[in-house]
């Protein structure tokens, strides 16, 4: 039995100005052999293939809590994955542990810089194209801690300051706006990825922690005006995880106190699901204890 996977190289896209040239890789798996790893529920129980039959992207999926979500969301059983990030080495190793978790996925890898609009238009155009018109589910992960050490907002560099804002806020409300369309189309869920300094001012976190603020009240809002549409739209503060970003944010701190990405992704993998269809507008903690509850009691609302 062969190993190999076949890319196809006719999904093949240009360049922006100052990027260099690089193909969107869709990538057809046909082993057989697929690691079966049951998850638990948000109740308990053992579940599989929650997501089965999912047409999904994922931004800043090259690394931390996006490769994991992409690994997770494929064990469920998608169909079908978008995985997008500014690193293109990074996001075909993510797209063999694709293989190695789900061989009969569907992988499409997609180079890009979100902070600029037409880089944001090429992705969606390019995951349409690619899922035939089809998208169930948007996870708004990536993001940019800006310069490190973090500076203050007096000494914040302007254009820094702008590349975080239209990464981190911008670009998840061009790609709910570009995207929804086609989510109206079969339905789904819109996940944004926020933080705790969303909602605390931390001196230092400057245009990150800004950022976040206007992922929680565009969430809010995108969620308001959606309400009774086929598209729900949450967030998920994950909390504290030992990622790359979080390890250049805070040198200083212990990042083994901090928890492992692969801890944070059953509230995603449930809000991504159908067990979640009634729930919209809901702000979840990834490592809270009795965010089951709290979804539970969203449901019956």
């Known amino acids: 039995m062969s190993n190999d996977f076949a890319f196809d190289n006719d ?3 240009t360049s922006g100005e100052g990027l260099p040239s690089r193909p969107e890789r869709l990538l057809e798996f046909s082993l057989t052999n697929a690691e079966d790893r049951p998850y638990k529920s948000y109740h308990g129980g053992l579940r599989m293939n929650r997501l089965k039959g999912k047409y999904i992207l994922i931004t800043g999926a090259s690394q931390g809590l996006g490769r994991q979500l992409a690994i997770d969301f494929a064990r469920e059983g998608a169909a079908a994955i978008a995985i997008v990030s500014r690193r293109a080495d990074a996001l075909e190793k993510v797209g063999r542990s694709l293989r190695e978790a789900s061989p ?25 194209n690619e899922f035939r018109g089809r998208l169930d589910v948007m ?35 061009l790609l709910i706006k570009k995207t929804l369309p086609a989510m ?8 944004n990825v926020t933080s705790d300094a969303g909602r605390i001012g931390y001196p230092g976190w400057g245009a990150y922690g800004i950022s976040k603020f206007g992922i929680e009240g565009m969430s809010a809002t995108w969620a308001a005006e959606l309400d009774g549409s086929p598209v729900r739209v949450n967030w998920v503060d994950p909390g ?47 490592q809270e204890e009795d965010w089951g509850r709290k979804a539970e009691a969203a449901q019956s609302a």
């Not at 996925?105 to 880089?119: C, G, H, K, Q, Y």
């Not at 109206?184 to 996940?191: F, N, P, R, T, Y």
């Open 11 to 13: 999904a093949f896209q």
């Open 240 to 286: 504290e995880m030992n990622t790359e970003m979080h390890r250049a944010a805070e040198p200083e701190e212990d990042p083994t106190q901090w928890a492992d990405p692969a801890d944070v992704t059953e509230v995603f993998i449930y809000l991504a699901s159908d067990e979640a269809k009634n729930v919209n507008g809901q702000r979840f903690e990834a």
């Open 139 to 173: 996870v708004n992960n990536a993001s940019s801690i800006g310069p490190t050490p973090l500076p203050y907002l007096l000494d914040y560099p302007l254009e820094d300051f702008r590349q975080v804002i239209e990464t981190n806020l911008i670009a998840p409300f």
């Open 184 to 191: 109206i189309e079969s339905g789904g869920s819109i996940i």
């Open 104 to 128: 009969e996925a569907r992988v499409l890898i997609i180079t890009a810089d979100l902070s600029r609009e037409e880089e944001i238009e090429r992705v969606v155009a390019t995951t349409l």
